[in-house]
């Protein structure tokens, strides 16, 4: 307005600077019946190695890769990029408020890429950095911009990370992979359906078969699918999740 100050101007400027200009592409992994992992027995993969190569070179495509503690406490992944060639790695963050990450945690002590834990961990030692974070996701987004120059963002997990991305409208792309042929004994639901990704201002633009898994793109008008950087056949193998 013409009545601000300049020094309101210029605040103003700064803070329209400092927000997040990137995208957010959610990646999330279900069985046939929507559920996400199975308390019946151990953490481990589940999708086809098609639909495995496929996350690999999403990873690759993004600059950092997030999961909240939770998935870091059942699963220990490593985040990175192995089943596909890359010559860098993502930054791997993870949302942690309650410090409950394992001190030998794989992304803590392999020293494969940078990790930033937003919560109060305290000391986690070399190679990780601890951010202070109140739970406001547009506040993560940005000082993912701003400090680690952070422009495309993958969350992989888990269900209420993904939903909470969800629900605050942060969502710019979704890559659901759906597989066919496996239903958990003891499922843990996703809570995430075409309703909820509606809800969340996305839509369903495409669907593609990788492997026995059926795939859905949903995205948030502009932003585009990204078939392409996903379905290059250059997958290696490799033992690790």
Not at 14 to 19: D, E, M, Y
Not at 52 to 61: P, Q
Not at 164 to 185: C, E, K
Request: hydrophobic share 45%.
């Amino acid at each position: 307005p013409a009545s601000m100050p300049v020094a309101g101007l210029l605040l103003a400027a700064l803070a329209s600077a400092a927000a997040w200009q990137g995208e957010v592409t959610l990646k999330l992994a279900v069985d046939r019946q929507g559920a996400v992992d199975d308390l019946g027995g151990k953490s481990g993969r589940f999708t086809s190695p098609v639909s495995l190569d496929a996350v690999h070179r999403l990873r690759r495509a993004c600059d950092a890769v997030l999961v909240g503690v939770g998935t870091v406490v059942r699963d220990d992944p490593s985040l990175t990029v192995r089943r596909v060639a890359s010559r860098s790695q993502p930054v791997r963050v993870v949302i942690d408020p309650a410090g409950r990450i394992p001190r030998d945690a794989a992304l803590l002590t392999d020293r494969a890429a940078p990790t930033v834990v937003f919560g109060r961990a305290g000391d986690l030692g070399p190679g990780c950095v601890v951010e202070p974070w109140d739970g406001n996701l547009d506040a993560l987004l940005d000082t993912l911009g701003t400090r680690y120059d952070v422009r495309h963002l993958m969350v992989e997990g888990g269900p209420v990370t993904a939903r909470g991305f969800l629900q605050a409208g942060l969502v710019d792309r979704a890559v659901i992979v759906a597989a066919r042929t496996v239903l958990f004994a003891q499922p843990v639901p996703s809570g995430i359906d075409a309703d909820v990704l509606r809800a969340s201002g996305l839509h369903c633009v495409d669907r593609h078969s990788w492997g026995d898994d059926e795939v859905q793109m949903w995205t948030r008008p502009p932003t585009l699918p990204i078939w392409s950087c996903l379905e290059e056949e250059d997958a290696v193998q490799s033992s690790r999740r």
